[in-house]
């Protein structure tokens, strides 16, 4: 209990009761075995503590602290060491780079679907948090074009990059196309997110449409991700004899 809760008289009344208790705890014979007492301790009457109160004379004081401060006269606090350590926040999720792992295959070649992007070109076009993306190459068939935008073309692989560094989430998309070029896959999607300057987003629409193998992209279908992903439509590697 503060100090700054007494004046310097209440104080004194406290030391001194507590050395009065201390001194009564001391006649009391123990075990010396078990150290623990063999006679009862007396506890204060309820005139006894209505005396203490009214002798604090303080709102901060009453019976159950009174009695409480009585009880624990003279006790000394174990020192112990086993304290709880600090746990650590876990960050919230992976980077782009993590979660690229999962999109990335033995042999993939990021190299030749990333070589030459340019973020300044993505960058000065810029793209709203709400707006809808849209992409097709003259040469894709309507009908092909429609069924993406519908969602009635299936995704194998996907890559998570909102809240990313354009870095990571560069590398992320590169790793993810290159796959799914490895092995064959034509549809992928990217969640890129909102975000208030919808950057991670801008960026996606311009990378999206420097790469060549990409046949046409839009941004996904509500059970998919909405406005924040786009679904990525590529042509699909000709088999090597």
Not at 107 to 118: C, F, K, N, P, R
Not at 147 to 155: A, C, D, F, P, T
Not at 200 to 215: D, F, S
Request: include cysteine; charged fraction near 25%.
């Amino acid at each position: 209990m503060s100090n700054s809760l007494f004046s310097k008289e209440m104080q004194d009344q406290l030391k001194s009761l507590k050395s009065e208790l201390s001194k009564g705890r001391a006649s009391v014979s123990t075990d010396p075995e078990n150290h623990k007492p063999t006679d009862p301790v007396a506890l204060p009457t309820q005139k006894q503590v209505k005396k203490t109160v009214k002798q604090l004379d303080s709102e901060h004081i009453n019976d159950d602290k009174v009695l409480f401060m009585q009880a624990m006269a003279g006790v000394t606090p174990i020192e112990s060491n086993n304290t709880i350590s600090e746990v650590k926040n876990k960050p919230a999720k992976p980077d782009a780079s993590t979660l690229s792992k999962r999109a990335a295959a033995q042999g993939a070649d990021e190299a030749s679907l990333g070589t030459g992007l340019s973020d300044m070109q993505a960058l000065l076009n810029p793209v709203s948090g709400e707006s809808y993306l849209i992409y097709k190459q003259p040469t894709l068939q309507n009908k092909v074009f429609n069924q993406l935008k519908q969602g009635k073309l299936r995704w194998y692989d996907a890559v998570d990059i909102h809240g990313s560094s354009i870095d990571d989430a560069r590398e992320a998309v590169t790793t993810l196309l290159s796959q799914a070029k490895q092995n064959g896959e034509n549809v992928v999607k990217i969640v890129h997110g909102k975000g208030t300057d919808a950057v991670l987003k801008t960026c996606v629409n311009g990378w999206l449409r420097q790469i060549p193998e990409v046949l046409a992209f839009c941004s996904a279908p509500p059970k998919d991700g909405g406005n924040g992903a786009v679904l990525v439509l590529l042509k699909r590697e000709k088999n090597k004899e």
